[in-house]
């Protein structure tokens, strides 16, 4: 961060979603921002890398925000002066309110009366540092821009993947849900298959142990592991024969038929799973509430994401 780099008061994030990921996307800002949010922009003093989610499209870090574009004005013209090259640009959100919306030309003109305010040399092809304005609910907003860099999408070229495995998408918010906070949190995923989840926990940097009970596995899981040039341990072991704590689990129930778990089976995995993790995550395609209480979680917050007819529950517990 250059000297001169000056302290955001807020952050604004936009948001994208499909329909049917919408009940994902919320739970997921539950547990990243500790907040609900209502429309495709949320303002929080929540500070999170965009490229953390795959619902977040960008974020502003909000230098100013004022009643008028005249005030904003007064307040840029009074920055220090840059040491890195900038451009400005306008920024609409999806769903933005008529009355908030900057038309193309507007947004033109707009960033570049800002633009020739600000005290640095411009640079509109490859800048070192991008500003954006935007509009929210009457306020004008402007500050530090960046957009999502789809981390995830670079996953999904895996050399080893199962067809019932979780999306990289998925399984990335999934780390998100579980984990809000990266540091000083212990992770297991006990089931981790291919490692789909591991590849996005390690990839965000989060401590996160992997473990299955299927040998035929294990090369794949580390072979992905390192295609992404990423290293973590994983063990081959069953569920049951896991003794040491951690913060959170995250466990994708086994639902294919090549994964037939009986009910007993099912109530001796998150009854493991109630041992040795304080919190956990977990997805399944069949009801199991009255197996997490049996065990002793408590169901704080959930969510159901559908995929034709294929339907998935993410339950949060502790």
Same mark, same amino acid.
């Given at each position: 961060m250059s000297q001169n780099r000056?302290?955001?008061?807020? #952050?604004l994030y936009t948001f994208n979603y499909a329909e049917e990921e919408e009940h994902l996307c919320k739970l997921e800002a539950r547990s990243l921002f500790r907040s609900n949010l209502h429309a495709f922009v949320l303002e929080s003093r929540m500070n999170i890398d965009p490229s953390r989610s795959p619902f977040i499209k960008e974020k502003i870090e909000v230098l100013f925000k004022c009643d008028t574009l005249e005030d904003l004005v007064q307040k840029v013209e009074v920055m220090p002066a840059l040491n890195s090259t900038y451009k400005v640009i306008g920024v609409n959100y999806r769903d933005i309110d008529p009355l908030d919306k900057m038309a193309f030309e507007e947004r033109k003109s707009i960033a570049r009366q800002v633009?020739?305010?600000?005290?640095?040399?411009?640079?509109?092809?490859?800048?070192?540092?991008? #500003?954006?304005?935007?509009?929210?609910?009457?306020?004008?907003?402007f500050g530090y821009y960046s957009e999502n860099q789809g981390i995830w999408l670079i996953h999904q070229?895996?050399?080893?993947n199962y067809s019932t495995a979780l999306t990289t998408r998925v399984a990335r918010v999934l780390v998100n849900i579980a984990v809000p906070e990266l540091t000083g949190i212990t992770v297991i995923d006990p089931c981790c298959g291919i490692g789909t989840v591991l590849v996005e926990a390690l990839s965000m940097g989060v401590n996160i142990t992997g473990s299955d009970y299927n040998p035929l596995v294990m090369k794949g899981i580390r072979n992905n592991l390192a295609h #992404?040039?990423?290293?973590?341990?994983? #063990?081959?072991?069953?569920?049951?024969?896991?003794?040491?704590?951690?913060?959170?689990?995250?466990?994708?129930m086994p639902y294919n038929l090549c994964s037939v778990v009986s009910n007993e089976e099912k109530f001796e995995m998150l009854q493991c799973a109630r041992h040795f993790a304080k919190k956990m995550v977990v997805?399944?395609?069949?009801?199991?509430?009255?197996?997490?209480?049996?065990?002793g979680f408590e169901i704080v917050d959930r969510c159901e994401v559908t995929k034709g007819k294929f339907v998935r529950q993410i339950i949060v517990c502790c």
């Open positions: 000056l302290v955001p008061n807020t #952050f633009g020739c305010l600000i005290p640095g040399i411009a640079n509109l092809h490859q800048p070192e540092v991008v #500003f954006a304005i935007t509009k929210l609910k009457g306020k004008w907003y070229q895996k050399p080893h #992404f040039g990423l290293s973590g341990p994983v #063990f081959l072991r069953d569920i049951r024969d896991i003794t040491e704590m951690y913060d959170v689990a995250i466990i994708d997805v399944t395609t069949e009801d199991i509430d009255g197996i997490l209480n049996e065990v």
